[in-house]
């Protein structure tokens, strides 16, 4: 459920028109729905009520401070992948004892910018890196809390390219090796080992690869306590998919059951670690049309958004939904691709849209891109970093300009040499 519908014909974010927005700030945008990201909240956090877990929300999903602050305000703690999301997060307002730091490769300057902050949880992924941690601890005479991200070689049945709890991926340690590393850091003076993290993948549309990877972890909880250590936490990282295109992914409270059957009676502190179930739907691309052109086997609907601003269709052949902002119920619908101005064939953001007839300038939308869309944008082509926009009841905000070209050419430096 989100708060972008058409009234009399034309789209509203909440009570918003989306072509006043586009009036306003011109295309490409991207478009967030505070009432959707608060309800994405709210099903979510009570779902886990029952379990009593905190959610510490993936910033990588969409990581604008405004998104992550509505979200803050809430009551979320954070999940970050590298000092720069560990900043914004901060900056956002979310405690630094409620930020948890994953992620297959910190740097010693990660590690110390994150210790010396006051981060809560170190997910660790290899021994190396727990010496390392260590190591940086020692130095700042601190202590880091750690978990480690185990490796439950559970296929979470998604994309290959966001799979990442199989044997073969580089993420996480081996679930066997885990009673070695909790016994190799109860020795170190720099680390307090306190549980497990699991995270097998992204867009997961069915239950039983949690059920298989949480029951592992599980079970490594009760052989851990046997060998006489003290567990504590369980991280449950995130993945719970979305609808884009028909899927059926289960809902919140279905997955909450699943963890009560897993891991409920183990009395640990759980976090879990949601990004696109909370950002998501609550997030639209919006376009304008700049050309379209039939050719003898297709009609190509020429856009002003391309792959650089959205990369998940290009990368992932992810299928999102698109539609015209003002509805045009009287012409006949005509199957098109909706592609981007750049200048490689893989540039399209939509394949087989059924859409109506179209003139330049008519406005499209590419819904559920809420969630790793602007976080991946680029200016390849030297195309503009597109705006993020963000809708309360009646009003919207601008929470990423536009930048101009003469900011975008001015990152480059010349050599004094020429
Ligand atoms: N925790 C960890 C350790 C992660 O690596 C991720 C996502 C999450 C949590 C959040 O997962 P979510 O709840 O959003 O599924 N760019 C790809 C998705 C990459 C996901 C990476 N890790 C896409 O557009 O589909």
């Known amino acids: 459920m989100n708060h972008f519908e058409y009234r009399d014909g034309r789209l509203f974010a909440e009570d918003v028109a989306i072509a006043e927005i586009a009036a306003a700030v011109g295309t490409p945008f991207y478009c967030y729905s505070t ?7 709210e099903a979510m956090a009570h779902a886990l009520e029952r379990v009593k877990g905190r959610i510490c929300y993936a910033v990588k999903a969409n990581s604008n401070q405004a998104v992550i602050q509505t979200l803050a305000k809430l009551g979320v703690g954070a999940d970050v992948v590298s000092e720069g999301e560990a900043r914004r997060a901060l900056a956002a307002g979310i405690a630094p004892s409620e930020i948890v730091f994953s992620g297959v490769g910190k740097t010693r300057d990660e590690m110390r910018f994150a210790i010396e902050a006051g981060i809560g949880q ?30 439950p070689d559970v296929d979470a049945q998604t994309h290959d390219k966001i799979s990442t ?8 340690v081996d679930i066997v090796l885990a009673p070695e590393l909790f016994q190799r850091a109860a ?3 720099g680390i307090e080992p306190v549980g497990l993290a699991v995270h097998i993948g992204s867009q997961l549309t069915t239950l039983d690869p949690f059920r298989e990877a949480f029951t592992r972890v599980a ?11 003290k567990v504590t936490c369980l991280d449950l990282g995130g993945g719970l998919g979305i609808v884009y295109d028909g899927e059926e992914p289960p809902e ?16 640990v502190e759980l976090t879990f670690e949601p990004g696109r179930v909370l950002v998501g739907n609550a997030g639209i691309l919006v376009t304008s049309v700049i050309q379209v052109k039939e050719t003898a086997t297709k009609r190509f609907v020429v856009v002003d958004a391309a792959m650089n601003d959205f990369t998940r269709p290009t990368l992932y052949g992810a299928v999102h939904a698109a539609a015209p902002v003002n509805e045009n119920s009287g012409s006949e619908l005509t199957e098109s691709e909706i592609v981007g101005p750049v ?42 970093p597109i705006p993020e926009i963000m809708v309360n009841h009646a009003e919207f905000s601008v929470i990423r300009p536009r930048p101009s070209f003469e ?12």
């Open 165 to 172: 709890g199989r044997k073969e991926d580089k993420f996480g």
């Open 219 to 229: 079970n490594m909880v009760t052989d851990l306590r046997s060998a006489g250590h």
């Open 35 to 41: 009432a959707t990201l608060t309800r994405h909240y």
């Open 187 to 189: 020795e170190m003076p």
């Open 343 to 384: 200048c490689e064939t893989g540039d399209i953001l939509a394949s087989n849209a059924r859409l109506p007839a179209l003139a330049e300038n008519d406005l499209l939308y590419l819904k559920s891109a809420g969630a790793y869309g602007a976080v991946m944008a680029s200016s390849y082509n030297t195309r503009l």
């Open 252 to 267: 919140p409270t279905e997955y909450a059951a699943v963890v009560a059957e897993t891991v409920g009676d183990l009395n």
């Open 407 to 418: 900011e975008l050419l001015s990152l480059d430096h010349m050599p004094k040499w020429l």
């Open 122 to 151: 170190f997910n660790v992924e290899s021994i190396g890196e727990l010496d390392v941690l260590n190591q940086v601890a020692v130095d700042l005479s601190q202590t880091a809390t750690v978990v480690f991200r185990v490796n």
